[in-house]
């Protein structure tokens, strides 16, 4: 009687147990929703997830390097993983194979012949574009051609340097040419795959100009090799120069997407406040110094500023224009419009945590 009765209590004693331990392990084991201070009403994912990135780490690619400098990446839950490129066309690749998360890119046919294939990549956002005035990326030409290249029709036969064809490149060319009644058979089109191999030709006057990029104008106008020429709001003032993708990891995933587009947006507003609103100025470039290519502080007050929109959407126009080009010169493949090609949702999600930029 008396073991039966030493069971049962040990068997209570057993059975509460489990479930005092169960109670702990289900405290343990609880989500901790982290609040973000800088995105009202927005919270950390659950889990750290990463983020591969490809960009070729220029300031252009400042919404992702100031994002992972400040920990806004961090604070959303995400953690960066860079990886750098050397072509455009090899980021395409990856991001319509699933090897790459989000893309810092410019305008291709390959990029656009990709979602003709039902492969689920978008364009979500602005990462690049001219501001009146002050173009980052335009045709500069020899600095001893300045009292011979006036005006538009004086390219005619010259020999005109770009890094790539069916791309960005091309296309800002063409308009160019088309500001002089002119097209790339006017001209000796000439293909150097490096901006500063580009320099070099300039310098050495085998080529008489080339569509660069910063920090590459301010290089050649401080050494005296070219001169700026005419600003591209005067020949293509609707370009969207360069374009932030999503993969299909990325479109697949709403909830890591919407986080990652809030902090990048959070970083382009951190950067049009030091550039054009000097807030903190030093600080940003300090702190560009040390993510982007561009190591030297002085150029980045000789620099033609990128244009980056605090409110994260790309030119429609622009993209519209791009792809009727490609359409144009049979680089398509498949029909696509602007609409197939853009999603906005993703900074349509961001507006609505950070509200409109002031």
């Known amino acids: 009687m008396y073991r039966k009765h030493l069971v049962a209590v040990l068997s209570i004693l057993l059975i509460c147990t489990v479930l005092l331990t169960a109670c702990g392990q289900s405290t343990v084991n609880k989500t901790v929703v982290k609040t973000i201070g800088w995105a009202p009403g927005l919270t950390s994912l659950p889990q750290e997830t990463v983020v591969k990135v490809g960009m070729k780490e220029v300031v252009s690619d400042s919404g992702i390097l100031i994002g992972m400098a400040k920990g806004y990446y961090k604070d959303v839950g995400i953690k960066i993983e860079p990886v750098r490129f050397n072509t455009g066309q090899e980021m395409i690749n990856q991001l319509a194979a699933d090897q790459l998360d989000v893309g810092a890119t410019v305008t291709a046919a390959g990029l656009f ?214 359409k144009e010169n049979k680089l398509l493949k498949h029909d696509i419009s602007v609409q197939q090609a853009v999603d906005n949702r993703y900074v349509d999600y961001a507006l609505k945590v950070l509200g409109k930029y002031k």
């Open 113 to 326: 012949n990709a979602m003709t294939r039902d492969i689920p990549i978008k364009i979500v956002a602005d990462k690049g574009i001219n501001v009146p005035g002050k173009g980052y990326y335009r045709l500069v030409i020899r600095k001893d051609l300045t009292t011979v290249l006036k005006d538009f029709k004086d390219l005619k036969g010259r020999k005109i340097a770009i890094v790539g064809t069916a791309s960005l490149d091309e296309i800002a060319l063409v308009r160019v040419l088309q500001a002089g009644g002119m097209t790339t058979k006017d001209i000796d089109l000439q293909v150097i795959r490096s901006f500063p191999d580009m320099l070099v030709s300039l310098a050495n006057k085998s080529i008489d100009a080339a569509m660069v990029i910063e920090p590459f104008i301010a290089q050649g106008i401080a050494k005296g090799i070219i001169d700026p020429w005419k600003d591209p709001v005067d020949y293509d003032p609707e370009a969207q120069t360069a374009l932030l993708v999503f993969g299909t990891s990325m479109t697949k995933k709403p909830e890591v997407a919407n986080r990652f587009m809030t902090a990048y947006v959070k970083s382009m507003r951190d950067y049009n406040d030091a550039f054009f609103k000097n807030v903190k100025k030093k600080e940003m470039i300090d702190l560009l110094c040390k993510y982007s290519i561009v190591k030297d502080p002085v150029l980045y007050e000789k620099m033609f500023p990128v244009g980056l929109n605090p409110d994260g959407y790309a030119r429609m126009k622009g993209i519209s224009m791009d792809i009727d080009w490609l």
